[in-house]
Nanobody, 126 residues
């Protein structure tokens, strides 16, 4: 069992930056590929970014490529999402996810996710 807790969300203005964190419980964090998803009001949950168990391989949605950076610190059981140049369309609940498959599979389907966090809200005003 893995428990995931997101933090770092808030209200910012367009162009600002935020860093989200995802703290994981348990001793097996390093064996999970991890990802971030987001869900805006009235929309489906969508993929944002994924990272391999070692942190070497990453994947990004086209909408955030070049602005967001995913990273992880296995010694701290924590994953991060650095979000720069935020836009109003980035407003959403952001969810941390863990998968026993791979970062590539996370980028393709939500069905690969074994554990979800409860989310943290990011609001970007124009």
């Amino acid at each position: 069992q893995v428990q995931l807790v997101e933090s770092g969300g808030g209200l910012v203005q367009a162009g600002d930056s935020l860093r989200l964190s995802c703290a994981a419980s348990g001793r097996t964090f390093s064996s999970y590929a991890m990802g971030w998803f987001r869900q805006a009001p009235g929309k489906e949950r969508e993929f944002v970014a994924a990272i391999s168990t070692t942190g070497i391989t990453t994947y990004y949605a086209d909408s955030v490529k070049g602005r967001f950076t995913i990273s992880r610190d296995n010694a701290k059981n924590t994953m991060y999402l650095q979000m720069n140049s935020l836009k109003p369309e980035d407003t959403a609940d952001y969810y941390c996810a863990a998968s026993r498959t791979s970062a590539q599979v996370i980028s393709i389907t939500r069905d690969s996710i074994n554990y979800w966090g409860k989310g943290t809200l990011v609001t970007v005003s124009s």
